[in-house]
């Protein structure tokens, strides 16, 4: 089981973003209240958001309460771009084994910082990736793709190479049961978008380029394979319990902490639902977790979804994807 909390919020409100971060960001939980919460629940992603927006940036990835990071850092790069105290991040950051970081563009400064909803951010990520990699880090560029922010990519994919000294990763969001996900439906790019800019042959390592067989994403190929297949695992995200009630080991679940105390079951399929107060106890809520009966249309069959003919040219990154895009578009109607 899985238990993220909010414990930094995020300066960024990213379109695309599954786990709607956004402001305002900061301290919500203290390094003291994350060790208290972890005695509890075990292990916390409590770096889920914005992780250098924490004060207490990188302590909060003590391994007495903090879920292993891998030496990877996940950040829009907004602490290491804006604390003068930089040097020292960065020193800290490698003391505890950190050796990547793992960054997200959207497009071109303009593009980007309109994606994000924040100015600046662009920026942010370059003088974060300059100055970890002056200290020795390695920086991972990924370029999530919109329809909006297409004729950028070349020039983003060039400017990975120049500052990171590799390809960068291409990808599209996954489609999550959420408003956010919702309104992002469109700016989803198309096969239309992608071969007319021959943007699946910009990076030609498909580790890297997730677009390097764009036919194969469409939403009507993924339907295909699922009403061909309906009960494979392609079309269950892993964090969606395999049965309804979710058996008593939870095993893969994911739970969210969230900065007003409220702690929340978050399926993917569904939107997140309510569980208690982190006042009432793990026990408590995880005998609610395990008593969740399955939520409105996750029992959806493939044979009665139907998207409309531009719908169906979009891509998706996996076929829960269209899956749970289906359930959001019954829970529309």
Not at 42 to 48: I, K, M, S, T
Not at 67 to 73: A, I, N, P, Q, R
Not at 119 to 126: E, H, L, T
Not at 196 to 221: F, G
Request: hydrophobic share 35%.
């Amino acid at each position: 089981m899985w238990v993220d909390i909010d414990a930094t919020g995020c300066p960024d409100t990213c379109r695309h973003c599954a786990r709607d971060g956004r402001p305002p960001y900061g301290s919500f939980y203290s390094l003291d209240e994350l060790r208290t919460i972890s005695d509890e629940w075990g292990p916390l992603v409590a770096h889920c958001y914005e992780p250098t927006a924490h004060p207490d940036f990188p302590e909060i990835y003590d391994p007495r309460f903090s879920v292993d990071h891998g030496g990877y850092l996940v950040t829009n790069g907004f602490g290491l771009a804006r604390r003068t105290d930089y040097p020292i991040l960065l020193e800290r950051m490698h003391h505890i084994g950190m050796h990547t970081l793992c960054l997200t563009l959207h497009g071109l400064r303009e593009h980007h910082d309109w994606f994000v909803r924040r100015k600046g951010a662009f920026d942010d990520i370059v003088l974060a990736t300059r100055r970890a990699k002056e200290a020795g880090f390695h920086a991972d560029w990924q370029i999530f793709i919109d329809r909006k922010g297409l004729d950028d990519i070349p020039a983003v994919v060039e400017m990975a190479r120049q500052e990171c000294g590799e390809d960068p990763r291409i990808e599209v969001p996954y489609h999550r049961v959420s408003r956010r996900l919702w309104q992002y439906e469109q700016l989803r790019p198309t096969l239309d978008d992608i071969l007319e800019r021959q943007i699946h042959k910009l990076v030609d390592d498909p580790r890297r380029n997730s677009l390097i067989n764009p036919e194969n994403l469409t939403a009507a190929a993924w339907l295909e394979n699922w009403r061909q297949a309906p009960e494979a695992g392609d079309f269950r995200h892993p964090f969606e319990p395999p049965t309804w009630p979710p058996q008593t080991s939870f095993e893969g679940l994911n739970l969210c902490i969230q900065r007003d105390r409220k702690v929340y079951f978050d399926p993917i399929c569904a939107p997140p639902i309510l569980l208690g107060r982190l006042s009432e106890g793990r026990d408590v809520l995880l005998q609610r977790l395990g008593d969740i009966q399955a939520p409105r249309y996750v029992h959806i069959k493939p044979e009665a979804v139907e998207f409309p003919l531009e719908e169906q040219k979009q891509l998706h990154p996996k076929g829960y994807s269209v899956r749970n895009k289906a359930i959001s578009r019954a829970y529309a109607e």
